[in-house]
Each structure stands twice: as structure tokens, then as C-alpha cells.
């Protein structure tokens, strides 16, 4: 049996609106990093961290967002 109503529907949407921008800050600082590594460009890899740690948080906020959520809908 599976679960359906605002138990799923409000922790889905939430983590949904929160990975539209994560997901696309995680790829951008990953396509950074390589590009660092494969042109042997080591000093811009503080950008790139930068990039990376946006994207860490912002997927930190989405977990949150989904944990509270789940908490007022369990």
C-alpha cells in the first residue's frame, strides 16, 4: 500500500523547488572542477569550492525543508 495525500505531496514539493536550483549549482560546480583539473589550473579551484559549497548548503536547506514538512504531515 502505498502512501498518498499532503504526507507525500508537501515533502515532494518541497524537495522539487529546492533541487531545481541545487541540482543545477551541483553540475556547475562539478563542470567547474573539471575543467580546473584537466586544464592543470589549480589556483582557480577556490572558485570552484565556492560553487560547491552553495550547492552543499542549498541541499542541506532542502533536506530541512523536507524533515519539517514530513514532521507536520507524520
Known sequence: ???TGSIVTGPLAA???LNATAIPSAEAAYA??????GNEATPLIFGSL??????????????????ALAGRTG
Open 32 to 37: 567547474f572542477m573539471m575543467q580546473i583539473l
Open 1 to 3: 500500500m502505498a502512501a
Open 50 to 67: 565556492a560553487l560547491s559549497g552553495t550547492a552543499i548548503v542549498e541541499g542541506l536547506v532542502a533536506y530541512e525543508a523536507v524533515a
Open 15 to 17: 524537495a522539487e523547488a
